[in-house]
C-alpha cells in the first residue's frame, strides 16, 4: 500500500523552488483562485521514500507534474519502488489523470494507469460520465471485490493522483480542521476513504520544507472492491501501527504533505518526504 502513498503559487508570481516555514509570513492568494481567475499554474512535487532491511535499503519515489488551467487539469505522474511494494517487490507504474478544476478543489473525468511490474503490467482506465462511470481493465480484474464499489459511491470519490494533489490544494476556511478530508479514493476496483485527525503543529524537516507543519494521523476504511474479509482490517497493506503525515500550510493556502511516516512489521519505520515542491505560474 505504500505505493498507493507515493502513487498532493506566490501573488500572480510564485516560483517556488523550496519553500521554508518562514515564509508563511507572507498572506498570499489561495492557489485554486488565481487559477479561477485565469492565471494557469503548474505544480512539481516529488515524494521520496526510504527504509532497511538488515542492511540493504529499499527505496522508492513518486513524481507528480499538475498542470492546472481555469477550466481543466492534467497529472502526470510515475512511481517507482525497490522494495516498498508488498515491503520487498520492485514496483511501476505510470499514471495521468485529467478532470475539471474548480475553486473548491480538482474533479476527475479520466484516470489512467499503467503498471509496469513485468507480470500481468495491468493497464486500467477510468472514466467518469455524468451519472455512471467506466473502467477498463487490461487484463481484466478476476473479480471486483465483496461487495463492488456503486456509481454513487465511485461519483463521491476521485482517482488516486487527483484525491491527493485536490487534497493538498483544496482552501480550508478559518477555523477548519487543516487535516480536513475524508479523503475518497477509487483506482478503478478500490474504493478507500481516509479519515484524517488532528493532532496538531510540529516541526518538521524534509528536503522541500522546513517549520511547523500539521500531524495528521490517517485511518483507512476499506469501502468496496476489496476481497472477502479484507475489508476487516483497518490498516494499510504491510502497515503495523499508525500512518502520520505533516502538512505543511503554504502561503498559498495549500496544505501539502510533506513527510509521511509508517510503521511495519517486517522493515520497521518507512519514512516518505517531499524532496521537491515547486509552484510555476504558466503562460496565458
Not at 53 to 71: E, H, R, S, Y
Request: hydrophobic content about 40%.
Amino acid at each position: 500500500m505504500i505505493k498507493k502513498l507515493l502513487a498532493s503559487a506566490a501573488l500572480a508570481t510564485l516560483t517556488v523552488a523550496s519553500i521554508s516555514g518562514a515564509d508563511t509570513a507572507l498572506i498570499e492568494p489561495q492557489i485554486l483562485s488565481q487559477i479561477e481567475a485565469g492565471q494557469p499554474m503548474q505544480m512539481d512535487y516529488t515524494i521520496k521514500a526510504s527504509a532497511w532491511v538488515l542492511i540493504l535499503p529499499i527505496t522508492g519515489k513518486a513524481n507528480f507534474q499538475v498542470k492546472m488551467n481555469k477550466d481543466t487539469y492534467s497529472i502526470k505522474s510515475q512511481v517507482k519502488t525497490t522494495g516498498l511494494a508488498d515491503i520487498l517487490v520492485n514496483y511501476d507504474m505510470e499514471l495521468a489523470s485529467s478532470g475539471y478544476t474548480t475553486p473548491d478543489g480538482l474533479n476527475t473525468y479520466a484516470y489512467i494507469s499503467q503498471n509496469k511490474d513485468g507480470k500481468k503490467n495491468r493497464r486500467v482506465d477510468l472514466k467518469y460520465l455524468g451519472d455512471e462511470f467506466e473502467m477498463v481493465a487490461t487484463p481484466a480484474f478476476g473479480n471486483l471485490g465483496d461487495p463492488a464499489a456503486t456509481a454513487p459511491q465511485v461519483l463521491e470519490a476521485k482517482d488516486p493522483v487527483t484525491a491527493l494533489i485536490s487534497f493538498a490544494l483544496e482552501p480550508r476556511a478559518e477555523g477548519e480542521d487543516p487535516c480536513g478530508g475524508p479523503l475518497k479514493i477509487f483506482d478503478g476496483r478500490q474504493l478507500t476513504h481516509l479519515h484524517l485527525t488532528n493532532h496538531g503543529l510540529t516541526n518538521v524537516k524534509s528536503e522541500a520544507w522546513r517549520g511547523e507543519a500539521y500531524e495528521c494521523h490517517i485511518e483507512m476504511d476499506k469501502v468496496a472492491g476489496y476481497k472477502p474479509g479484507e475489508a476487516n482490517k483497518d490498516t494499510l497493506t504491510g502497515i503495523d501501527g499508525p500512518l502520520r503525515m505533516w502538512l505543511a500550510p503554504l502561503p498559498n493556502g495549500a496544505h501539502v504533505p510533506v513527510r509521511i511516516e509508517a510503521e511495519t512489521d517486517d522493515i520497521g519505520t518507512v519514512t516518505l518526504q517531499a524532496s521537491q515542491l515547486r509552484f510555476t505560474p504558466l503562460e496565458q
